[in-house]
């Protein structure tokens, strides 16, 4: 894919494109064949077949027969007998993985909440409110992008852990995961409610609005795509998070999903790979289908300025 | 700001002259009217990243052997001398950079790429669908994007050396290429997963790029019979190359702490090219023997003093162009 190829297909992609809008009906005969729409359309494609290949062959394993899971070829000579059987073990017999489920589940859920109602909270008073040393605070959380937190400073965040008791307990996980994703959640919301217009918050207060009830009648609903965005990608990343559930969490019922599949992807034991590959199905279930219901919102999100950040 | 002081002002019917004791006041107002806002923000902000950060700098000073139950003792700058003189830490440092420099130029051109097809794709609903599937790896937990590759990379049953070996007959079983074990291929590999990974993501930062190009200001050059190649150079890629320095930045900060991966695809071996200064760190303080977080976090304060090097000279070498 190289820089080469890019141009030369461009070329022609954007000269047939912008004869197709403006001039097509007079002079641009129609059987001509429009080489840089399908070449446009070629590269399309290519790219989301090699987004998808690698997850359609995960589908693909976790309906393999045991045997045939470890074997060379692509497609297996007996698929697993029902179809649902590897999901089935997983879900009944598994009971390492279900715990982990729920880990995991009860920390993401914990770490959304929290994330985005601090974002929401933090956001309103940079951009809304007289908010004294507003340009501090946000120079600070600008600085933290920038620096390397969850490598340096994780010794630092398992010694309070440590001292606040708090390792090998699951919940606390949502503690250094809502701090890690706090300063780009709040810029997230900050770009949006910035595309909220001013004179809204001030006829508001003419009207005897205090800011609280401004922020929960007025700015909400307005900034309720800004939310989508927030809540999936403090989803993804608490979902996802695998360096200090590994670090903090020694004991094994106490693991989230993906130190669970991670340690577990050797294919020894009860775990086969066809096995895993039904977990690991089950494991981005959640956040696919979050997204499928949310992209609607998370799309016009991200074009109302979360992407200013 | 200027902005929302002075409607704010005229709405509260605040007299125009204010004597120095109200305007304090009202400061003082201010403060406890809008920082409970801020309050969560603060406790996590402080709490689970100034102290953390401040600790490992505390602990960097200290010989603290985490398993040995003594008390540590202070010991100066002596961590960071014996860091500093440390092959194992440079060659981390090495590797790192080796890394980042295949990563960085992929994860901003060929998301670059995807985004200028993108966007002239005139259907839009055909546009939505593309956008989504790109979209679908960034939505995947990282830890299992990693497993993933690991299959995909697999000798026995990843299907990319099936594909080489048994369908191409390229490679036989003895030569196929070893994707993750090949130090050659080690970090490509590992860069052709992020990208995959972050396709999706980074095309739609360059879409929304694009969309700020005034149209007119492209059909104008097409009327004037510039070629596609040459509106591209004298256009689009200075529209965009805002994004593509602040990607840059960004995606330098992202590759060189990159930890989670090697951990997971390279495991804890010093010769492994995947065993870099972050990795390094952990297994010195989690790892084997008595577990010295004095010594790591004086890694961890280097690394992230080399890095914050960097990323300064490159906002003074891009602020310079403006």
Redo the contacts between chains.
């Keep these: 894919?190289s820089?080469g190829e890019?141009?030369a297909?461009?070329?022609?992609?954007?000269?047939v494109?912008?004869i197709?809008?403006?001039v097509t009906d007079v002079w641009q005969p129609k059987r001509r064949i429009k080489w840089g729409t399908i070449g446009?359309?070629v590269?399309?494609i290519a790219?989301?077949l090699?987004?998808?290949?690698?997850?359609a062959?995960?589908l693909l394993?976790s309906v393999k027969s045991l045997p045939d899971?470890?074997?060379?070829?692509?497609w297996p000579h007996n698929f697993v007998d029902p179809i649902y059987a590897h999901y089935k073990f997983v879900i009944e017999k598994a009971t390492a993985a279900v715990v982990s489920f729920k880990n995991s589940v009860l920390v993401t859920t914990l770490t959304v909440v929290?994330s985005t109602?601090?974002?929401v909270?933090?956001a309103?008073?940079?951009v809304?409110?007289?908010?004294?040393f507003?340009?501090v605070?946000t120079a600070?959380?600008v600085a933290?992008?920038?620096?390397?937190?969850?490598?340096?400073?994780?010794?630092?965040?398992y010694?309070?852990q440590d001292r606040l008791g708090l390792i090998n307990v699951t919940w606390s996980l949502m503690?250094?995961y809502?701090?890690?994703t706090?300063?780009i959640s709040?810029f997230i919301m900050r770009g949006v409610f910035e595309t909220v217009p001013?004179?809204l918050l001030?006829s508001a207060?003419?009207d005897g609005a205090n800011?609280a009830r401004i922020l929960a009648g007025i700015m909400l609903p307005l900034v309720r795509n800004g939310i989508v965005v927030v809540i999936?990608v403090n989803f993804?990343a608490a979902?996802?998070?695998?360096?200090l559930a590994l670090?903090l969490m020694n004991d094994a019922a106490k693991r989230t999903?993906?130190?669970f599949?991670?340690n577990s992807?050797g294919g020894v034991g009860a775990f086969l790979?066809p096995r895993?590959a039904a977990l690991?199905i089950i494991?981005?279930l959640p956040?696919?289908i979050?997204?499928g219901i949310a992209?609607r919102w998370f799309?016009k999100g991200?074009?109302e300025g979360a992407?200013k950040a | 700001m200027a902005q929302v002081a002075a409607p704010r002002n005229a709405i509260h019917g605040v007299l125009p002259a204010k004597t120095a004791r109200s305007g304090r006041w009202n400061a003082a107002l201010d403060l406890l009217r809008t920082y409970p806002y801020l309050l969560p923000a603060i406790i996590f902000f402080v709490g689970w990243q100034v102290i953390p950060i401040y600790d490992a700098l505390r602990l960097s000073f200290t010989d603290d052997k985490f398993l040995d139950q003594a008390a540590p003792n202070w010991v100066g700058l002596q961590n960071y001398r014996d860091v500093l003189n440390d092959p194992l830490f440079w060659e981390g440092i090495k590797r790192a950079l080796i890394f980042t420099g295949i990563f960085v130029p992929g994860m901003i051109f060929i998301p670059m790429f995807a985004a200028i097809c993108l966007d002239r794709v005139a259907s839009n609903k055909l546009s939505t669908v593309y956008r989504l599937i790109l979209l679908v790896p960034s939505m995947i937990p990282a830890p299992l994007i990693f497993v993933l590759w690991l299959w995909m990379y697999n000798n026995y049953v990843g299907p990319i050396n099936f594909f080489l070996v048994d369908v191409l007959g390229i490679f036989n079983l003895r030569t196929q290429p070893q994707w993750l074990a090949d130090p050659r291929l080690t970090f490509l590999s590992i860069a052709t997963m992020e990208w995959w990974w972050g396709l999706g993501y980074h095309t739609i930062f360059f879409l929304a790029g694009l969309a700020t190009i005034p149209r007119d200001l492209l059909d104008a050059a097409r009327v004037d019979g510039a070629s596609e190649w040459r509106m591209f150079w004298g256009v689009t890629i200075w529209r965009l190359l805002p994004i593509i320095l602040v990607l840059a930045v960004i995606r330098f900060g992202s590759a060189m702490a990159v930890i989670e991966e090697y951990i997971i695809m390279g495991g804890f071996d010093k010769t492994r090219s995947t065993y870099t200064w972050t990795v390094y760190l952990y297994d010195t303080a989690f790892g084997g023997g008595l577990q010295f977080r004095g010594y790591a976090a004086a890694i961890g304060w280097i690394g992230a003093f080399f890095m914050l090097i960097v990323v300064a000279i490159m906002f003074y070498l891009f602020r310079s162009r403006d």
């Design positions: 894919m820089l890019m141009t297909g461009e070329m022609t992609v954007g000269r494109g912008a197709d809008h403006e446009r359309h590269v399309l790219l989301c090699w987004v998808l290949l690698p997850l062959w995960v394993l899971g470890t074997q060379r070829y692509l929290a109602i601090t974002a909270l933090a309103y008073a940079l809304h409110l007289k908010t004294p507003r340009a605070v600070l959380l933290s992008l920038f620096f390397p937190t969850r490598v340096t400073a994780l010794l630092g965040i010694n309070i503690l250094p809502t701090a890690l706090v300063a709040v001013k004179e001030d207060r003419v800011s999936i993804v979902w996802g998070e695998y360096l670090t999903l993906p130190v599949i991670a992807s790979w895993i690991y494991a981005i956040a696919l979050t997204f992209q799309m991200l074009q992407l």
